[in-house]
């Protein structure tokens, strides 16, 4: 057998072998790995390479190679699902670096973390105030995760008391120029509303690359020909009730405990618009008529 169809057939059957056999082993990134599961990838395409280029070893025994790295690592996962010893002893444990705002040095040393390495880290956080860090730890995959201070968390629905309605996944109903029939009968749409949407954008289904609907059954397109603009696409609004009384409620904060007539009479003047755009959307006519 000529050297280049030996070459070719023991590289695909080096890839047919790893494709089937890393399967097994699950869907990871690179930034999730253990360090036993890089240096498995490592020696696995090792050994791939093995096989496909060194036409004086036995082809069989590299993918038998291969098939044991395989079983040793789907072994070591399951006893890690089965056992949380055996996850805590194979792929170590969270550390704390900062606890009720105070750094842990001896931990920081642990884990061999300098502080630029740690400032790295909660920058990455967008943080860049050690004294707004209430807890930080490490988790064994070197990811730091953060939680602020109460003062300094961004304020939320509930944090307002507002009760919001509750959102589906956005279906892409569009894919390269195909409608996607199963994701259209999941928003309880057809090709008929479909359709009809975008005859409202003078656009064809085959010159759409991308569309997608959200719950609220507004359609997002986008076209193949950037150049070509579309009639009247729908925006998502803003919710400007909802930012209004993220204002209110920061303002409100602002002003405890303070004196400052100014910071006072600019809450009531937004307490008081917001009360007014209330009112608009409970009842908008008869005040669009005034």
């Known amino acids: 057998m000529q050297a280049w169809l030996e070459i070719t057939l023991r590289t695909l059957a080096a890839v047919v072998s ?18 036993f599961e890089y240096i498995t990838g490592i020696t696995i395409g090792s050994l791939a390479a093995y096989i496909g280029l060194d036409q004086d070893a036995q082809w069989y025994l590299g993918i038998l190679s291969i098939a044991v790295w395989v079983a040793v ?18 792929d170590g444990t969270s550390q ?3 606890r009720d705002g105070q750094l842990m040095e001896d ?4 884990e061999k973390i300098t502080a630029d390495e740690l400032m790295q880290g909660l920058r990455s956080k967008d943080v860049f105030r050690l004294a707004d860090v209430e807890f930080a730890l490490i988790e064994p995959s070197g990811e730091i995760n953060v939680q602020l201070k109460k003062e300094h968390q961004p304020l939320t629905a509930s944090d307002l008391g507002l009760v919001m309605q509750r959102e589906r ?11 996607m029939d199963k994701q259209l009968r999941v928003e309880g749409l057809d090709e008929r509303w479909l359709k009809q949407e975008l005859d409202k954008l003078d656009v064809k289904v085959e010159d759409v690359f991308l569309a997608q609907v ?24 803003p919710n ?15 002003a405890e405990g303070s004196q400052d007539e100014k910071s006072i009479r600019i809450e009531k003047l937004v307490g008081r618009f917001r009360e007014e755009l ?12 005034q």
């Open 18 to 35: 790893l494709y089937f056999l890393t399967k097994l082993l699950g869907k990871r990134q690179v930034s999730e790995l253990s360090v």
């Open 73 to 90: 690592s789907y072994a070591i996962e399951w006893l890690q699902i089965k056992s949380k010893k055996s996850r805590d002893f194979l």
């Open 96 to 98: 704390v670096l900062i």
């Open 107 to 110: 931990n920081l040393k642990k």
């Open 169 to 179: 996944t956005p279906q892409i109903i569009i894919m390269d120029g195909n409608i």
């Open 214 to 237: 959200d719950s609220n059954r507004q359609l997002y397109v986008d076209l193949y020909d950037d150049q070509k603009s579309l009639n009247h696409q729908k925006q998502p609004t």
């Open 240 to 254: 400007v009730l909802l930012q209004l009384k993220q204002i209110e409620a920061t303002l409100k904060k602002a």
């Open 278 to 289: 209330e009112q608009l959307l409970e009842d908008p006519l008869p005040r669009l008529k």
